[in-house]
């Protein structure tokens, strides 16, 4: 079975990959008040169309058991885990996990997890009804064994669900020169061949594009906001926009919900969310 590896570097690098993840995440992680994780926005802002589409496709989530790979500040674990799922977060920062549980604390909650690559998680087999993973499959170095490990560790008839930007979006791929300062080196955004590897390991893999037009959003922010990539994260800049101040952009969803229904168009999307289910 193939294995994708950014760049097509050999396996033997993901030890220096790993850790030089693990330091950037940690610095991350001891640079954000708990208060200033934004929680609700991550699934709620009209920007955040993958996670509010994601929720539409898990349906009720009181009594499920989610395992959220790649789980950050916690904003994700601590939103399921708001809606009544029982949530294990895995993240290979240390720091994330603890700055994740001090953000579960401070919206009610109680989210726990473990540090670990998502190659090997450190859980049983079938454990979870959902496996959630946001942002992580590009980050990933062994993407069929990242693949497998999820599915070892779902029920069957168990799902997984994940968004992750795209490799060919030629504004974002300028941002991302750009942005140094605030992501990783290591990062490979997905492209056709990581659907095509999803299906080795699931059925019914599902996947929809988001963010063409829509994207003007981040020309907005540097060319008149004059916000420079390195000096905010856009990704999470979005999260702060109202629908009063996204009057102008309403009519770009409109025509992106056009755009990235047309097969090729819509791989010149930014973000992409992938679902599949473990056979039963």
């Known amino acids: 079975m ?3 590896l950014p760049d097509n570097r050999d396996r033997n690098d993901a030890a220096p990959i790993h850790e030089r993840e693990t330091v950037f995440h940690d610095e991350w992680a001891a640079s954000i008040p708990e208060q200033e994780v934004r929680v609700r926005e991550c ?3 009209l920007t955040a169309m993958e996670n509010r589409f994601i929720l539409t496709q898990m349906g009720p989530l009181k009594g499920k ?10 904003e994700s674990s601590v939103y399921l885990a708001m809606q009544g799922a029982s949530v294990m977060m895995v993240d290979i920062s240390p720091g994330m996990i603890e700055k994740a549980r001090k953000v579960g604390q401070y919206h ?14 450190p859980v049983g087999d079938g454990e979870f009804d959902i496996v959630y993973t946001a942002n992580t ?25 994940s968004f992750d930007p795209i490799a060919y979006n030629p504004v974002i791929n300028v941002y991302r020169r750009m942005a140094t300062d605030v992501r990783t080196e290591d990062e490979a955004p997905l492209n056709r061949a990581d659907i095509a590897l999803a299906r080795q390991y699931f059925t019914g893999v599902e996947y929809k594009t988001f963010w063409i037009t829509t994207l003007s959003l981040f020309a907005k922010y540097y060319l008149i906001d ?3 990539p390195n000096a905010d994260r856009y990704w999470k800049r979005i999260l702060l926009e109202t629908p009063s101040s996204l009057w102008w952009w309403r009519p770009l969803l409109a025509l992106d919900s056009i755009l990235t229904s047309v097969p090729g168009l819509r791989w010149w999307a930014w973000n992409v969310v992938m679902s599949g289910t473990r056979r039963a």
């Open 2 to 4: 193939s294995t994708t």
């Open 43 to 45: 699934f709620e802002a």
């Open 65 to 74: 058991r989610i395992l959220d790979v790649g789980s950050g500040l916690g």
């Open 108 to 121: 009610g909650v109680i989210v726990d997890g473990l540090p670990a690559v998502g190659e090997d998680l």
């Open 137 to 161: 499959i590009h980050h990933v170095t062994d993407r069929a064994k990242f693949f497998s490990e999820i599915r070892r560790v779902l029920k069957p008839g168990g799902k997984f669900y």
């Open 226 to 228: 004059r916000v420079h």
